[in-house]
């Protein structure tokens, strides 16, 4: 029972940044994992990263890791995506999701809720 929606979303220019914003409802957000994938038109959906139930720990793609920064404030029930040294191969849709994994990162059939995604388009 999480509804998640995405916001934060734009168009930026190489090597600029960006921060993606998760508002998830209700008080069940704390209890899974959440994270951020990606989808280019005609390609499979992308794991970006992912941090653990109280935000200790983090996951993150080969392609954006030392650029991008997950982070979640369950307090305020937001998860949040900060990115850095944009490159037009990051635009994609941008969507937050929640999963029941522990310990290990996980693959997009096995997150349970999603948001509507967010557009991020990055020019060269």
């Known amino acids: 029972q999480v509804q998640l929606v995405e916001s934060g979303g734009g168009l930026v220019q190489a090597g600029g940044s960006l921060r993606l914003s998760c508002a998830a409802s209700?008080?069940?957000?704390?209890?899974?994992?959440m994270g951020w994938f990606r989808q280019a038109p005609g390609k499979e959906r992308e794991f970006v990263a992912g941090?653990?139930?109280?935000?200790?720990?983090?996951y993150y793609g080969d392609p954006v890791k030392g650029r991008f920064t997950i982070s979640r404030d369950n307090a305020k029930n937001t998860g949040y995506l900060q990115m850095n040294s944009l490159t037009p191969e990051d635009t994609a849709v941008y969507y937050c999701?929640?999963?029941?994994?522990?310990?290990?990162?996980?693959?997009?059939?096995?997150?349970?809720?999603w948001g509507q995604g967010t557009q991020v388009t990055v020019s060269s």
């Open positions: 999701a929640a999963a029941r994994v522990f310990g290990r990162p996980w693959t997009s059939k096995e997150c349970d809720y």
């Open positions: 209700g008080r069940t957000f704390s209890s899974y994992s």
């Open positions: 941090v653990s139930l109280r935000g200790a720990i983090t």
